[in-house]
């Protein structure tokens, strides 16, 4: 049971132009989510973050939109650059202390061209 | 301040062995998540720790294991390995702080299985 989606495997966006990754959850009690990418043969890197408390989060050209109502979040990379190419992944969990498992989707590659 | 390392980087072993993987967090950070990484599936959680005491499992069969030292470093092993363990096995840590939560993920180990 895939708890969180992303259902676009990849993504073309050219230089400059505006990218936009989806991500849609199914469990109500997810509080917390994240935006990971991730480098060939490298681990994850954190990007951005959101809580259930917000619909919005900023930060530089990263920006996360966050629709609890239809349970979906999506990353606004502004302006899209060549280095921006990678895999991102949104991932899910409850902010509770104790309860640090991470539920990830499979991922969306990125290409940015020139 | 230093990273999330995991070593070895890169490990080939044959079906029937068993296989240890280490790794170190990020100074100060006392949770320790694993997660195995494989095409198409995403990040897959396999066990989280904290204070030496596992707090959270993922749906991994008991030839999955861990444990954690009282210097917050981690081990991972997996017993009579199958093929289908081929993967790149990433642990993360983590520092809970105001309810803000993310994870800083190690380069990860990549094994293969003959």
């Known amino acids: 049971d895939q708890q969180v989606k992303q259902n676009s495997p990849s993504l073309s966006v050219q230089e400059g132009r505006i990218s936009i990754l989806n991500c849609d959850y199914t469990?109500?009690?997810?509080?917390?989510f994240l935006w990971y990418k991730k480098y060939p043969a490298e681990g994850p890197t954190f990007l951005i973050s959101?809580?259930?408390?917000?619909d919005k989060n900023e930060d530089g050209r990263f920006t996360v939109f966050l629709n609890k109502s239809a349970k979906h979040l999506s990353l606004h990379i502004v302006p899209s650059q060549p280095g921006d190419s990678a895999v991102y992944f949104c991932a899910a969990s409850r902010a509770n202390f104790g309860n640090e498992k991470l539920t990830f989707g499979t991922g969306t590659r990125l290409t940015i061209i020139p | 301040k230093a990273g999330v390392t995991q070593t070895p980087r890169y490990l080939i072993k044959t079906r029937g062995q068993q296989v240890t993987l280490s790794c170190s967090p990020i100074s100060g950070h006392r949770s320790v998540s694993w997660y195995q990484q494989t095409p198409g599936q995403g990040l897959q959680f396999l066990f989280e720790y904290f204070s030496e005491t596992q707090r959270n499992k993922g749906n991994f069969p008991g030839r999955f294991s861990g444990r954690q030292f009282s210097n917050s470093r981690s081990e991972m092993n997996v017993s009579t390995l199958e093929l289908g363990d081929s993967a790149l096995y990433l642990c993360a840590s983590s520092l809970v702080a105001g309810g803000r939560y993310e994870q800083f993920f190690g380069p990860g180990t990549r094994l293969t299985v003959l």
């Open positions: 959101i809580s259930s408390i917000k």
């Open positions: 469990n109500s009690m997810f509080d917390y």
